[in-house]
């Protein structure tokens, strides 16, 4: 009996989730000034963040309706608009005078640009205005100043506005026909890309620049033909930066008539129903989207949403006319509802039942702590300012999963470090004495392109957009018959321990010498990248910080790749292999069981969301910047070729077998692997979807997109697993940075040292490849703290573009040497330096996708090196013996 009472213990430990699940709660605390008594802020204020201070205006006091609601319409004539403006830097207040011709009106719509504030429309003297108005505070004259913009087409009751790349987008209400509008403020912006304070400059900008006319904002419901209130926020969707229209108010009327209305709160009704705008969608398709009505938990919404904030990389904020705090997943398109904390000015959380209920009626976000306007049910007549900041569930990563994750490196660094007596020479050190199996060779290529950056950056790309890529991963399959009868037998007829060394081969040793050099510097970036990707998801769930994971990576992996060379990476990266593929059809069945109708929902809800969209068959000529078919195919094919051809973490791979027939197995094996191997993360990824649309509650805000699965991981798996597979996915990183380390110090090595006898015995040259291992790995740490950046949406975006940067134009020189015989090399050099401006002007004018870089590298390279060489023919390239280096000479061999 206690033995079956001890197993059932056991069992239930092993099934809870690594992280109780605890939904993310808003934390309120009134804000504390030294001024408070002098602060009397009305209904219709608006607050700004101007970097170092928020600036909050009068608004209107003493309305004659002391009961809800409060809207623009209902402003009488006995109110009262002070032109007094305040100033909060942290506990102290300024206030200064500003009129309502310079900004200070009432239900103006106020959005931040460049550390200033535009004020637009609004209530001055108890009428609609059409001013627009710059506001930049001045600290060290402490001097508010306020510069005239073009005045908006009409006069608003209630706008919102918002700013996207310098545009400026406003949107009225039925008083004005809901008219949508834009300004374009990039004359204001000054060669550094900051604002301009020149009056001169702003002046001349307002003469010249006129609002342009948007598609309206249809009504919500025909039997209610005013509606106003409505508010803007900006949110990235997944396919980019989106306008989203929530919340406001409609009546059954055109118009308000105050005196019939004015304590008639029944017949304002909140209007529930959302949208979505497209800015840079073509002229014909800008359109606002409807999002249908409102609804949490499948109830739906009563009240009125008073105010938005942007949070995170996907959520709004949106605060209710009855106190409640929700919250709106761009991606996902689905809300959920935030419980509320209220603090006292001792820090202590106030009783809910005694707690007084506050309502915000506007806000704005400085960094992450949202400051708002709030009234409170015990003094509706006047505003006060308070915070608030998310809750985060605790991490709790328990000392199971902890024991797991410890003992599971511990194991990586022992498997290591066991090859380090087996190392007697550089050969050894390099290429594993040429005796690896064809398998482990395989699952050490497929390690080696996988990463952390597929395991966990894949299936958050896939999460926020569809199955675009999918089709370009899958040009391994074609890009392997090259691989395997082009590439691979030039490397091994010539013996190499380089790639590069068929460079110095078929043209000369500068082109070796710079090809070199380019890899290294796109491998040092490439440590960055995985290592800052894997630190940055997984402080999302254990109790180690992104910078403590970077590092702990660099130090084991200095520890056992400068000690056991390519035969330690190998092996590691083979049992990196069986464990994270394991662990990812694992995830999948456990996402897919977690939705309510199982495989069903998964199918039904990517359908419906067009989540397994494969094809984007945009072929016009702004194509290419987009991910239509052609870019994914020929970039995939562009990016395969360069990491099969010219990357030396996968060419020492073609090299660490016996013979040419385990070698071709090796390549054939990972194609394999591939192709379902990319099925399966992309199923995760929409997986994910499905399971965090149904369960938004779930989904902590604060998270970047890139931790989604880890977050996942944590959350939902069984402790001990989850465990296992953060420690797998722990140690992928730490398998691609070795890789990169020992591909680094072997090129280094054998390009740099060894052909001009740098180090005279063997035993320095193993020493020399130990040493620059090691300080590679440094390097490569270094990189990895740089590359923690929150800021970065997509580390798999930007792998991409690194792929681009550097290989491209490598894999053009391979290319280059193999299709052609009348290369040389100073078309060769020509080529590359072409090539590199090629992709760094399409990344610096963004005239391509990054997902093309790779193969316009390959492209320009090629062409304008063979055009270089051709007007550069001399008797000596002419004659050049080429047996085994090109495509045409093989048969010679």
Known sequence: MINKILKSAFTLMLMMPLLTHAQTSIKWQEVNTTSVDKVNIGHGAFISDQSTILLISSGVTELTAKSRPFIAELVTESSVQSEVIYLVDGSNVIATSLSAEQGNRAFAAATGFHSATIVIGGIAKHKASNLVNLIMWHAASKTLYSYPLPALPSSVLSPSAVVIDNILYVLTGSDTNNQFYALDLNGLINAEGQLSYSKRVIEHFSENNSWQYLPSLPLANKNMP??????????????????????????????????????SQEKIFALT????????????????KNLDDISIANQALNQRINSLSSFGQSHILAFTEQGNTLSFNAITNSWTHYSVNTIDNNNHIIDSAKATQYTSENVVSSGSVIYSLN???????????????????????????????????????????????????????????????????????????????????????????????????????????LAIYVAMPFFRQIDATSAYEYLSKRFNMSVRLFASGLFTLFH????????????????????????????????????YCTMGGIEAVIWTDTLQTFVLILGAIACFIII????????????????????FTMVNADFSLGSITTLSIWVIVI??????????????????????????????????????????????????????????????????????????????????????????IVAGIFAAAQSTVSTSMNSIATTLVTDFIMPFNLVKTEKGYMNAARWLTFIMGILGTLAGLIFIDPEIRSLMEAYFKVIGMFMGALGGLFVLGALTKKANSFGAITGILVGVATMISAWKFGW?????????????????????SLLTQTSQTVNKDLTGLTLYTMRQV
């Open 273 to 288: 129903r959302h949208w979505k705008f497209d800015p840079n969608a073509k002229k014909a398709e800008k359109q606002w």
């Open 375 to 481: 009234r409170s049910n015990d003094n509706p007549s006047a505003l006060r300012l308070w915070q608030a900041s998310l809750k985060q569930p605790e991490k709790n990563f328990g000392w199971v999963n902890m024991t797991v994750l410890v003992v599971y490196l511990i194991c990586v660094v022992l498997l290591g470090l066991f090859f380090v007596f087996k190392n007697r020479n550089t050969d050894d050190y390099f290429r594993g004495g040429q005796s690896i199996p064809w398998w482990a060779a395989a699952c050490s290529i497929y390690a080696t392109m996988l990463s952390s950056l597929t395991y966990v950056a894949l299936p958050a790309v896939v999460y926020q957009s569809n199955w675009v890529l999918l089709i370009g991963i899958w040009m391994i399959v074609a890009v392997a018959p």
């Open 592 to 611: 897919v069981t977690g939705l309510d109708g199982g495989l069903t929902d998964f199918i039904n809800i990517g359908l419906r969301d067009d989540k």
């Open 635 to 724: 970039g995939g094919i562009g990016q395969n070729l360069s990491s099969y051809t010219a990357d030396q973490a996968v060419v020492q791979r073609y090299m660490v077998t016996k013979n040419p027939s385990d070698a071709r197995k090796s390549i054939w094996a990972n194609a394999v692997i591939a192709a379902p191997g990319a099925l399966l993360f992309f199923c995760i990824g929409t997986a994910l979807y499905a399971f965090y649309q149904t369960h938004p509650d779930k989904l902590d805000p604060t998270i970047q997109i890139d931790q989604i699965f880890p977050i996942f991981i944590a959350t939902e798996l069984p402790i001990g697993v989850a465990g296992l």
């Open 226 to 263: 005013y509606q106003n209130g409505v508010k803007l926020a900006v949110q990235n969707d997944g396919a980019g930066a989106k306008i989203f229209a929530i919340g406001g108010y409609q009546l059954s009327h055109d118009k308000l008539n105050s005196a019939e209305y004015i304590n």
């Open 524 to 559: 040092v970036g490439r440590m960055g990248i995985v290592m800052a990707l894997t630190a940055l998801s997984l402080s999302a769930v254990t109790p180690l910080a992104a910078s403590d994971s970077v590092l702990i990576m660099g130090v084991l992996c200095l520890i």
């Open 848 to 868: 391509a996708d990054g997902y093309l870089y790779a193969t316009i590298g390959i492209v320009s390279c090629l062409v304008v090196g063979y055009i270089a």
